[in-house]
């Protein structure tokens, strides 16, 4: 693990205990998990995409850090402000909606996101060929 993911490690551990703690922690109405990733940002001074990259790494190579961090945003959203509730007594309909409207949203982020680096990886090997051959 690089100096730079346990830095993010220690700052993520560190908020979720807390959030956990403190729920006010969150502003008002604002998102748990967002929350943590916008203090990676402002602790690291990294982008936000960077920001982003980083926490997913993270808790996708660590599952004890992964469940602590989806059981903090389980009960903030969930339990302490009861935000399922309006999600389960939607229709069946509804849901199904819901998750393919998600969905749709979710592969077309991933393909404006391939595109460019697809477009990248043209520009670079480009410039590589161009420079590299002369």
Do not use: W
């Not at 849901?95 to 982020?109: A, I, P, T």
Request: a negative charge; one cysteine or more.
């Amino acid at each position: 693990m690089s100096k730079e993911q346990e830095i993010a490690k220690s700052i993520i551990l560190q908020e979720i205990h807390q959030i956990d703690s403190k729920a006010s922690n969150v502003k008002e109405n604002g998102c748990a998990a967002c929350h943590v990733l916008f203090t990676l940002v402002t602790k690291m001074q990294i982008s936000e995409q960077d920001a982003s990259e980083l926490l997913s790494e993270i808790l996708s190579k660590d599952p004890k850090l992964n469940d602590l961090f989806i059981e903090m945003v389980e009960t903030i959203h969930m339990k302490q402000r009861m935000m399922g509730v309006t999600f389960s007594i939607k229709t069946r309909e509804a849901k199904d909606r819901y998750v393919d409207s998600n969905f749709k949203n979710f592969l077309e982020e991933l393909s404006i996101d391939l595109a460019n680096y697809v477009q990248i990886y043209y520009y670079v090997n480009y410039f590589y060929h161009q420079f590299h051959y002369k």
